[in-house]
């Protein structure tokens, strides 16, 4: 079983899951593409984690803005408009019938490519575009066992490297950072930006609690993070000050409490960064209090019929 933000339990279900390749719905066995593929080949593509809760996909709108940003600074045409495919993605979770406890992987490549090649000129066709449903909840002990967190040698780049808020493909600098904290015994990474302030983590987001106040990165040098966009507009909404700042290692060590987010899990405490214990080592109050005003948006989100 995975650790940390994406520790969930397996569901037998998902062997026999039917997958969405390219306007057809196979088979999990039969969901393959070519080794020309841009994806397989050059990691040139986007993607998006959306979740299925009460037969409707949460925050859809924000998720499928991010992903034709994304496609549109790198200049790769997806092939249809954001409604097709949000109901190709309904399509394929219905064919699996499947109403709730569901999280999509939606990636999208660049498409074959006549010969491996980097340049887009050597591209035939359009792009491919796969739709995984999994029936996968985070694991029930994930809202209240901390995490451990590692900083990572492994820094996020600047826009002229590649742009973070890009959700390519190409993730092998957060890949080398998983790595690395994987290798020191930790959950997951932490990830600092060029100028050695905190970033974000390899897979989610990153907060700190420092005398009530709630303190995230600037966000220029991590993922337009939709959880992460939640957490700051809830905590506006509640009377929680919150600051998108830069900060150090040094004010993480020191902080009362600590916290990820992302799509697959919500918000999960952090209890020790760099073996460094975060507050009393566990689930702090801000952090519990989130958790619930999170749940609540979710269900307003996603009401049940």
């Known amino acids: 079983?995975?650790?940390?933000?994406?520790?969930?339990?397996?569901?037998?279900?998902?062997?026999?899951?039917?997958?969405?390749?390219?306007?057809?719905?196979?088979?999990?066995?039969?969901?393959?593409?070519?080794?020309?593929?841009?994806?397989?080949?050059?990691?040139?593509?986007?993607?998006?984690?959306?979740?299925?809760?009460?037969?409707?996909?949460?925050?859809?709108?924000?998720?499928?803005?991010?992903?034709?940003?994304?496609?549109?600074?790198?200049?790769?045409?997806?092939?249809?408009?954001?409604?097709?495919?949000?109901?190709?993605?309904?399509?394929?979770?219905?064919?699996?019938?499947?109403?709730?406890?569901?999280h999509i992987r939606l990636v999208v490549s660049r498409g074959l490519k006549s010969t491996p090649y980097q340049s887009p000129k050597a591209n035939v066709g359009g792009a491919t575009v796969v739709i995984i449903p999994e029936w996968k909840e985070a694991h029930p002990t994930?809202?209240?066992?901390?995490?451990?967190?590692?900083?990572?040698?492994?820094?996020?780049?600047?826009?002229?490297?590649?742009?973070?808020?890009?959700?390519?493909?190409?993730?092998?600098?957060?890949?080398?950072?998983?790595?690395?904290?994987?290798?020191?015994?930790?959950?997951?990474?932490?990830?600092?930006?060029?100028?050695?302030?905190?970033?974000?983590?390899?897979?989610?987001?990153?907060?700190?609690?420092r005398k009530g106040e709630l303190w995230t990165s600037t966000g220029k040098y991590c993922l337009k993070g939709i959880t992460r966009g939640n957490i700051i507009e809830l905590a506006h909404r509640n009377a929680v000050p919150v600051y998108q700042k830069d900060f150090s290692l040094t004010e993480v060590y020191g902080a009362e409490e600590a916290f990820v987010t992302g799509t697959f899990a919500g918000v999960m405490p952090v209890g020790t960064v760099d073996g460094r214990q975060i507050g009393d080592g566990g689930r702090g109050q801000m952090t519990a209090r989130l958790q619930s005003l999170y749940a609540d948006l979710i269900q307003q989100e996603c009401p049940a019929d």
Request: proline fraction near 4%; aromatic fraction near 6%.
């Open 142 to 209: 994930a809202k209240e066992r901390p995490m451990s967190l590692f900083t990572a040698h492994v820094r996020r780049g600047a826009p002229d490297v590649q742009d973070p808020m890009w959700n390519s493909l190409s993730k092998l600098n957060c890949i080398a950072a998983c790595i690395q904290a994987d290798k020191a015994g930790a959950d997951e990474a932490l990830m600092l930006d060029p100028h050695g302030f905190v970033a974000t983590c390899n897979s989610t987001h990153f907060f700190i609690v």
């Open 1 to 102: 079983m995975e650790t940390g933000s994406h520790a969930h339990h397996e569901d037998p279900r998902n062997e026999t899951v039917r997958i969405y390749v390219n306007g057809r719905i196979v088979p999990r066995a039969e969901a393959v593409v070519s080794v020309f593929d841009s994806g397989f080949l050059l990691g040139d593509g986007v993607w998006e984690g959306i979740r299925l809760h009460n037969n409707k996909l949460a925050f859809l709108e924000e998720h499928l803005d991010r992903l034709y940003e994304g496609a549109k600074a790198i200049d790769l045409d997806i092939g249809m408009a954001p409604a097709e495919l949000a109901k190709k993605i309904m399509d394929t979770c219905a064919a699996n019938g499947m109403h709730s406890g569901v």
